[in-house]
């Protein structure tokens, strides 16, 4: 068996493979924060998909926590129940589980929609409002000062993370990923080219994942014990620079977060500085997993450009990852674990309604839920 269909325990959940289809948002919920039909379409072809799992896009857990006015969110209970209503229709068509990734945009948030050009709306805007970060330092210079968190208000945030992730629970996601990755708002308080604070949350690496440590272990209380929550993480800013967060301030992270029970540590990259020289190729990241991997002693998941079936099981044989991440390339390609199968001569298990699109001369490939 190749690596990549052998199964894969995160905490408590099984996965039949190791194939996650990684967060990415949708920007398509309504100004309330709730579903659409898009979520319903969208989730739906990734529950036929083949993968092992699904982790939906970043889910605010603040209204002022979204990247912009159009991004889920579960700071309350009506959509919570949009969710499980969702969920509970997905489980009718596949067994495939899906996590939800838990996130606080910070100073990226009340942004325009990615095809209506990005960019920062000012408060005043009617669909913007005041940001909030470690610090009163922009992401652009040309944006307005995000709002530096109080004592007061950490205290809040910390809170709200807990009880998102109760609700997600009570929807029926079967694991959560804190989203501490890609310049928002946990990585905001990581790097010390944000981070500027003179308090308990600020300076030193210890004060600086303070706040990532203390999210965690809040959300951890709130769900059932064996409930699996795994992190994402931005290995490094792509900043040559002393006081940047880089690969060795991950590995420390990943480790103290290892002890508090994180069921995975999910590597990616990036995102925090407009200035970062990312070194674009495929698999660019992989190697940042292969040094949280020799690290820590819970799973790995790789990202970033994986977008071949030998590509990827190549990164799990190296051991440079435990599992997989796919995410734009499952987008473009809706059943990418069915030709992953296909060409690593692996099977999959797919609705029953498909069996009869299985290849000629690929007769084993295919078998039902």
């Not at 408060?123 to 210079?141: D, I, K, L, M, N």
């Not at 990581?190 to 210890?206: H, I, K, M, T, V």
């Not at 495929?282 to 590509?311: H, R």
């Amino acid at each position: 068996m190749s690596l990549l269909f052998k199964p894969i325990q995160f905490g408590a959940l099984q996965l039949s493979n190791r194939i996650v289809i990684a967060p990415m948002c949708q920007y398509s919920a309504n100004a309330q924060g709730e579903l659409s039909y898009w979520h319903e379409q969208q989730w739906a072809s990734y529950a036929l998909s083949g993968a092992g799992m699904c982790i939906v896009e970043a889910t605010a857990v603040q209204p002022e926590g979204r990247i912009s006015h159009a991004d889920l969110g579960l700071w309350d209970d009506m959509q919570r129940a949009q969710l499980k209503a969702l969920l509970v229709k997905l489980k009718t068509i596949s067994p495939m589980p899906f996590g939800i990734q838990l996130a606080h945009a910070g100073r990226k948030a009340s942004t325009r929609k990615p095809w209506e050009g990005g960019g920062q709306l000012a408060p005043e805007h009617a669909q913007g409002w005041q940001t909030v970060s470690a610090s009163p330092t922009p992401f652009h210079p040309q944006d307005h000062a995000p709002h530096a968190l109080t004592a007061a208000e950490i205290e809040t945030l910390i809170a709200d993370f807990a009880e998102s992730a109760k609700r997600a629970a009570d929807a029926g996601f079967q694991l959560i990923e804190l989203h501490a990755a890609h310049g928002y708002l946990l990585h905001q308080f990581l790097s010390p080219l944000c981070n500027q604070r003179r308090d308990e949350y600020g300076g030193a690496f210890e004060n600086r994942i303070r706040l990532t440590l203390e999210v965690f272990q809040a959300m951890k209380n709130a769900v059932p014990e064996d409930f699996p929550i795994g992190v994402r993480i931005s290995a490094t800013d792509w900043i040559d620079a002393e006081d940047s967060w880089d690969i060795h301030s991950s590995v420390g992270l990943s480790k103290a977060l290892e002890q508090l029970g994180a069921a995975y540590i999910h590597v990616s990259s990036g995102g925090l500085h407009p200035q970062q020289k990312i070194d674009l190729h495929a698999g660019y990241q992989v190697p940042f997993a292969g040094a949280v991997k020799q690290a820590v002693d819970i799973p790995v998941i790789a990202v970033g450009l994986i977008t071949e079936a030998m590509q990827a099981e190549g990164i799990l044989q190296y051991e440079q990852a435990d599992a997989v991440g796919i995410a734009r390339a499952m987008l473009y390609d809706p059943r990418w674990p069915w030709h992953a199968a296909a060409e690593l001569g692996e099977a999959v298990q797919i609705a029953p309604q498909y069996l009869r699109c299985q290849p000629h001369g690929q007769k084993s490939l295919f078998s039902a839920f």
